[in-house]
């Protein structure tokens, strides 16, 4: 376990001229695996400060978003443009290396039933295959409706379409990850004396 803890430091905060290679981010799943949570089971996992990443993972392009250390705002980041599954990983990692993340939250496209439909499966899978990859605890966040309320809110803006493609799914990773903060928040709060 020493060994997990130092290769998770060594992703977090790489020594000075250190390079961050993919191969240094894929320690062995025994060692460092950390399962997929619900967000709610997740919580109890997270250290009080630090930076969560959020994802909305789309099948052309991930959206990535990040928290303040305090979780009270989250920030767009990125889009990626989905290639490998091993590039899409890399790329992930070394963005919550630069911001010091201590999670991912990583949105749940679930049905307005509840039902869990192929895009709910591919993500799951995703996140399945990614905690193989770090440490880094993987919580699933209810995303319903998130790319609709972002699209809604940029039409509102005046953004036009192209503009409003280029940073879409960014803006939806920061919708679902502020989502996310919120309800961290409101259990935190539960669990403060009154």
């Given at each position: 376990?020493?060994?997990?803890?130092?290769?998770?430091?060594?992703i977090?905060?790489?020594?000075?001229?250190?390079?961050?290679?993919?191969?240094?981010?894929?320690?062995?799943?025994?060692?460092t695996?950390?399962?997929?949570?619900?967000?709610?089971?997740?919580?109890?996992?997270?250290?009080a400060?630090?930076?969560?990443?959020g994802?909305?993972?789309?099948?052309?392009?991930?959206?990535?978003?990040?928290?303040?250390?305090?979780?009270?705002?989250?920030?767009?980041?990125?889009?990626?443009?989905?290639k490998?599954?091993?590039?899409?990983?890399?790329?992930?990692?070394v963005?919550?290396a630069?911001?010091?993340?201590v999670?991912?939250?990583?949105?749940?496209p679930?049905?307005?039933?509840?039902?869990e439909g192929?895009?709910?499966?591919?993500?799951?899978?995703?996140?399945?295959?990614l905690?193989?990859?770090?440490?880094?605890?993987?919580?699933?966040?209810?995303?319903?409706?998130s790319?609709?309320?972002?699209?809604?809110?940029?039409i509102?803006?005046?953004?036009?379409?192209?503009?409003?493609?280029?940073?879409?799914?960014?803006?939806?990773?920061?919708y679902?990850?502020?989502?996310?903060?919120?309800?961290?928040?409101r259990i935190?709060?539960?669990?403060?004396?009154?």
């Open positions: 376990m020493q060994s997990a803890r130092l290769l998770h430091r060594s977090i905060a790489p020594a000075a001229g250190e390079k961050l290679a993919l191969a240094a981010v894929q320690p062995r799943a025994s060692e695996a950390m399962p997929v949570f619900p967000l709610i089971e997740a919580a109890a996992l997270l250290p400060r630090g930076a969560l990443i994802l909305d993972l789309g099948t052309k392009t991930i959206g990535v978003a990040v928290s303040d250390p305090d979780r009270r705002v989250a920030a767009p980041v990125e889009t990626i443009a989905r490998r599954f091993a590039l899409d990983a890399q790329r992930i990692l963005l919550a630069e911001r010091r993340a999670a991912c939250v990583l949105g749940l679930v049905s307005m039933d509840g039902s192929r895009r709910a499966q591919a993500t799951r899978a995703f996140a399945r295959n905690e193989k990859l770090t440490a880094l605890p993987i919580a699933l966040w209810d995303e319903r409706l790319t609709a309320a972002v699209e809604r809110a940029l509102a803006a005046d953004l036009s379409r192209a503009k409003r493609k280029a940073v879409i799914d960014q803006h939806a990773a920061t679902i990850l502020q989502g996310a903060l919120d309800r961290l928040t935190a709060a539960v669990k403060l004396p009154e």
